[in-house]
């Protein structure tokens, strides 16, 4: 069962911009090997400064992801941003249904 999803991914803000959204399509790229599927446009939200400073860092590039996938077929995904370099934080969360209702995503879940 496919089921909704949100990912957030903070990439190392000492890249080059064209670096940093070249994680854009390696992560869509390995959700889709996974047998999900990204739902709608990745939002690519820039250099953001942090809160508080990160490994002695102040800026991060933020990408926000609604997606599908079935339950356990993002583990290797997550478990290749933690040993990836220029992966600073990620989040992975499973909607709520009446969240992904709201964000128009329940249609494509079933």
Same mark, same amino acid.
């Given at each position: 069962?496919?089921?909704?999803?949100?990912?957030?991914?903070?990439?190392?803000?000492? @890249?080059?911009?064209? +670096? =940093?959204?070249?994680?854009?399509?390696?992560?869509?790229? /390995?959700?889709?090997? !996974?047998?999900?599927? #990204?739902?709608?446009?990745?939002?690519?939200?820039?250099?953001?400064?942090?809160?508080?400073?990160?490994?002695?860092?102040?800026?991060?590039?933020?990408?926000? @992801?609604?997606?599908? +996938? =079935?339950?356990?077929?993002?583990?290797?995904?997550?478990? /290749?941003?933690?040993? !990836?370099?220029?992966? #600073?934080?990620?989040?992975?969360?499973?909607?709520?249904?009446?969240?992904?209702?709201?964000?128009?995503?329940?249609?494509?879940?079933?």
């Amino acid at each position: 069962m496919q089921r909704a999803y949100e990912l957030m991914v903070i990439i190392d803000g000492d @890249l080059e911009d064209t +670096a =940093a959204r070249a994680w854009i399509k390696s992560v869509t790229d /390995s959700i889709t090997a !996974a047998g999900g599927s #990204v739902h709608g446009k990745p939002d690519w939200w820039g250099r953001r400064q942090y809160a508080y400073p990160i490994n002695k860092k102040e800026y991060g590039y933020y990408l926000v @992801l609604n997606l599908f +996938a =079935a339950g356990g077929a993002l583990d290797e995904l997550e478990r /290749s941003f933690r040993i !990836a370099d220029d992966i #600073v934080r990620h989040k992975l969360i499973r909607l709520p249904d009446a969240e992904a209702e709201r964000r128009g995503m329940s249609g494509a879940a079933a």
